[in-house]
Nanobody, 122 residues
Framework: QLQLVESGGGLVQPGGSLRLSCAASGFTLNYYAIGWFRQAPGKEREGVLCISSSGVRINHADSVKGRFTISRDNAKNTVYLQMNSLKPEDTAVYYC???????????????WGQGTQVTVSS
């Protein structure tokens, strides 16, 4: 069964950090671009960051520039989203998704995880 599983979410105070993980099972992430998305209550899903199979990074959200970074560890079949200087407006369910090769339009992602909740609050 092909699956993506996110982990690492939780409750953090403003200014804090979290690292989300996106682990694949049933397939190898090496050849896939992985995108991170988020959806806050009452808002549309938005793209955050993407990393292609070759390691090219694309930032989809100006609001996370300088604070969030994406990386991949193909040996662990996992992609990470490091989130620093978190703000209350970063509160959302965070999802990862996989697409073959380069970072595509959101509709072209083939596999999606179930999401992990991130809450930034004092």
């Amino acid at each position: 069964q092909l699956q993506l599983v996110e982990s690492g979410g939780g409750l953090v105070q403003p200014g804090g950090s979290l690292r989300l993980s996106c682990a694949a099972s049933g397939f190898t992430l090496n050849y896939y671009a992985i995108g991170w998305f988020r959806q806050a209550p009452g808002k549309e899903r938005e793209g955050v960051l993407c990393i292609s199979s070759s390691g090219v990074r694309i930032n989809h959200a100006d609001s996370v520039k300088g604070r969030f970074t994406i990386s991949r560890d193909n040996a662990k079949n996992t992609v990470y989203l490091q989130m620093n200087s978190l703000k209350p407006e970063d509160t959302a369910v965070y999802y990862c998704a996989a697409a073959w090769g380069s970072c595509p339009n959101v509709r072209e992602y083939e596999y999606w995880g179930q999401g992990t909740q991130v809450t930034v609050s004092s």
